[in-house]
């Protein structure tokens, strides 16, 4: 185990609480608008994207941008990039402090998928400190498949999270998302999926909260978040977390705080503390357009027209001004785990109360 990761997130994470980072700790990047699924509660996969970063550009961008520590690498499908681990060795490569990287995945290709992590934790020479692998379920066999649209999903899904679950160097859960449709299905679920693997435990479960999003679930057309009861939404974010019961570890207690304030921002409509996006991260499309964060559709410019040097964009005037509109509220208010993380961070020393410059 190498410290200077570990030393590295833990300067920024205090760097954070006392004022915008001068280049973000963490990075949502989203590789590929391709899918291969169906979801009811997203559109990414009615989309047939064209033009986006070839895999020279993203080396480019890491090669220039490469002070993360914390890159989540999303879709789409991520997979169906022929490219995808030659993108995940740009990432290491190019990011010498890396402590984590996170990609989801719709399991479907299990292949794919194993051979992804496999090439990430047997590389020679540096490699990130943690590899986490998200595989999405949304209920029971019959439920998640409604939800996901692919017939002969979660059987697919639970053959690819046994297969990494035996993989040294992996931590791998499975992602579900909470919305009209299963509200009330984890129990089913994870009795569904312990069948299959007898000593599965609650924490090896991911729960989220569905959320809209114009610009990168493009969703937003299908009323999600009104169909919806909250009160058992909330009810059951907090059974969930009842069932895990105390975090082991530093990603679990992030877990369990940002379970802990879900019932607050369903109640309320406002994200719960004091937002870091664009002050401790922000989310990259895949044609290098960056914004915030997966929720905010106010884009900030395009890393290809900086030569993909995203400090560039980070250190103006406009984006701080966006930075200070966000921390003060004055965005679409969420509470999802890509932008809860880092909040959760910046917001442990001074709960929220920006120092005077």
Not at 75 to 93: M, P, S
Not at 176 to 186: E, I, K, P
Request: proline share 5%; net charge positive.
């Amino acid at each position: 185990m190498r410290l200077a990761p570990y030393t590295a997130l833990a300067k920024a994470a205090l760097r954070a609480n006392l004022g915008r980072l001068d280049f973000p700790f963490k990075l949502t990047f989203c590789v590929t608008f391709w899918c291969n699924y169906r979801c009811t509660t997203c559109n990414i996969w009615k989309m047939a994207p064209r033009d986006e970063l070839s895999l020279d550009e993203i080396r480019r961008f890491f090669a220039r941008s490469g002070r993360f520590l914390w890159v989540d690498l999303t879709g789409g499908e991520v997979t169906l990039r022929k490219d995808f681990i030659d993108i995940c060795h740009a990432v290491i490569d190019g990011c010498p402090n890396l402590l984590l990287l996170h990609f989801p995945t719709n399991g479907y290709l299990t292949d794919k998928v194993v051979a992804a992590a496999k090439a990430i934790t047997t590389r020679p020479g540096r490699r990130p400190e943690k590899l986490i692998v998200t595989v999405s379920t949304d209920g029971d066999e019959a439920t998640n498949d409604r939800i996901r649209g692919i017939e002969g999903g979660w059987r697919r899904q639970l053959e690819t999270f046994k297969a990494l679950r035996a993989l040294p160097g992996v931590d791998v859960v499975l992602g579900m998302t909470l919305s009209a449709g299963n509200v009330d299905h984890y129990p089913a679920a994870f009795a569904a999926a312990r069948r299959e693997v007898p000593d599965l435990r609650h924490d090896e479960f991911h729960v989220n909260i569905v959320h809209e999003s114009p610009h990168y679930l493009g969703n937003t057309d299908l009323g999600l978040g009104a169909q919806v009861n909250r009160e058992k939404l909330a009810a059951a974010v907090e059974e969930y977390a009842h069932l895990r019961g105390r975090p082991r570890s530093p990603v679990g207690y992030l877990e369990h705080a940002y379970l802990s304030k879900v019932r607050s921002y369903l109640e309320t409509g406002r994200t719960p503390m004091r937002c870091h996006a664009l002050s401790a991260s922000c989310f990259v499309d895949s044609w290098g357009n960056v914004f915030p964060c997966t929720i905010y559709d106010r884009k900030i410019g395009s890393l290809r027209e900086v030569d993909y040097d995203l400090a560039r964009l980070w250190n103006t005037p406009e984006a701080d001004r966006l930075e200070r509109e966000i921390f003060d509220y004055h965005c679409p208010q969420c509470w999802t785990p890509c932008e809860a993380y880092q909040s959760i961070m910046g917001n442990f020393v001074t709960r929220g109360r920006r120092p005077a410059a």
